[in-house]
């Protein structure tokens, strides 16, 4: 064996990129695959933006950025909180990172010792378990299931807690299952976590501006208590299909803000200055800009649930935000289709990918054995396509 550190021998690998280099491999062999399993918007950069980021190379930058981010940057960051969110950061408490991965792995960097808990409800974020274990804490994964459309309850966090509880880490919209807290649900669970004020929370709402409810978007740090003990997630890859860019960022109580800032001060420094600039161009214009994509996204999921409903044994909640379905799939355990058995969510995946040329990600990536991930990041053509052979291939 390689001689690797424990840390990395025991990491698993991103289902989500696993299945994307799978797709390529099969694609390169010429097989006509759908992919269905990244989670990324098929749109382009907007123009105004990609302008921004020709515009800041032709103005020579290319040196070193401060390391959490422009100033200007860092204000366009307060003002979007402002305006979308009611929140109000101020510049000591922004961190701008290469992409809201790294904002995350910077957080478990600096808030986890060996041993310490971290909540997850289940389905969760592929990497949200990865990135806790490498800084040696503890995920807790409490499930939830289709009948709670995938959401944690108050009591259930209760539950969960512990004496080395430090952290609960959730996302809403929810990637994978597109379910949204709302403000009253938040509230529930703030009720819980103001009784444990050693608990922080990271609120990661990367999939805000897609949101199919009409009503406004709800973040944790809003919430009468939570500012303090809420460390605020975001960035711009799946508003503005800027997934390439590499730019998150974070409003977090000032000692959190400035310890991420050491932290990536000794492993990255600055995130990409054409990005950053760009980004500035970003945050402040109207989130009304990316609208259209919205509107986009809302035809096709409709266009999912309504294609995946004649299909038996895929059970799907609605999602009311991000883009992707999250359908339990769990009446196919134990069947046999053309010949092979399906035990779990993996097999069932495996089977999508080999039997209907589809590729989807178990959902035992996201912490739930039962289901499987659809992502509607895709052309209506493509998801009819996909779906008529997924159809073709259980029944
Ligand atoms: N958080 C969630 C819930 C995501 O789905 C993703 C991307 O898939 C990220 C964070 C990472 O985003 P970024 O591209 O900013 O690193």
Not at 282 to 301: G, W, Y
Not at 327 to 343: A, V, W
Not at 344 to 354: G, I, K, R
């Amino acid at each position: 064996s390689q001689p690797l550190s424990d840390r990395i021998l025991n990491m698993s690998t991103s289902a989500t990129l696993a299945m994307a280099a799978k797709t390529r491999e099969l694609k390169a062999e010429g097989k006509d695959i759908i992919g269905l399993s990244l989670g990324e918007p098929d749109f382009n950069t907007p123009d105004f933006i990609k302008d921004a980021a020709i515009q800041a190379i032709n103005d020579n930058y290319n040196s070193y950025s401060p390391v959490d981010g422009y100033v200007e940057l860092k204000e366009a960051v307060i003002t979007k909180f402002k305006r979308d969110n009611n929140l109000t950061y101020t510049l000591p408490q922004i961190v701008v990172s290469t992409g809201a991965k790294q904002s995350l792995a910077n957080i478990a960097a600096v808030m986890l010792n060996k041993g310490d808990e971290v909540i997850l409800p289940c389905p969760y974020w592929v990497s949200y378990s990865d990135i806790v274990k490498l800084s040696e804490g503890v995920p807790v994964e409490v499930q939830t299931s289709i009948d709670t459309d995938f959401k944690m309850t108050a009591a259930q966090l209760e539950a969960a807690i512990t004496p080395k509880t430090k952290m609960l880490w959730f996302s809403s919209p929810c990637n994978p299952s597109g379910s949204l807290y709302s403000q009253t649900e938040l509230e529930a669970l703030a009720e819980v976590l103001k009784k444990h004020p050693n608990i922080y929370v990271v609120s990661d709402e990367i999939y805000e501006h897609i949101n199919y409810t009409g009503k406004p978007h709800a973040s944790m740090a809003s919430v009468d208590g939570m500012f303090n003990n809420t460390i605020t997630v975001n960035g711009v890859s799946k508003a503005f299909a800027m997934t390439g860019w590499r730019i998150g960022y974070i409003g977090a109580p000032d000692w959190i803000a400035r310890a991420c800032n050491k932290m990536q001060g000794q492993v990255t420094s600055g995130a990409n200055c054409i990005a950053q600039q760009a980004v500035i161009t970003a945050l402040n214009a109207d989130p009304s800009v990316v609208k259209f994509m919205i509107d986009e996204f809302k035809v096709r999921r409709d266009l999912v649930l309504d294609l995946l409903s004649n299909i038996e044994g895929f059970n799907t909640n609605t999602p009311e935000g991000a883009f992707y379905v999250f359908p339990d799939i769990s009446y196919f355990f134990g069947k046999t289709l053309r010949g092979k058995t399906i035990h779990n969510a993996t097999d069932f995946s495996l089977y999508l990918l080999e039997e209907a040329l589809v590729a989807t990600v178990t959902g035992e990536a996201f912490g739930n054995p039962n289901c499987i991930r659809l992502s509607y990041a895709a052309s209506q053509k493509e998801i009819t396509e996909a779906i008529k052979r997924i159809k073709e291939a259980v029944s």
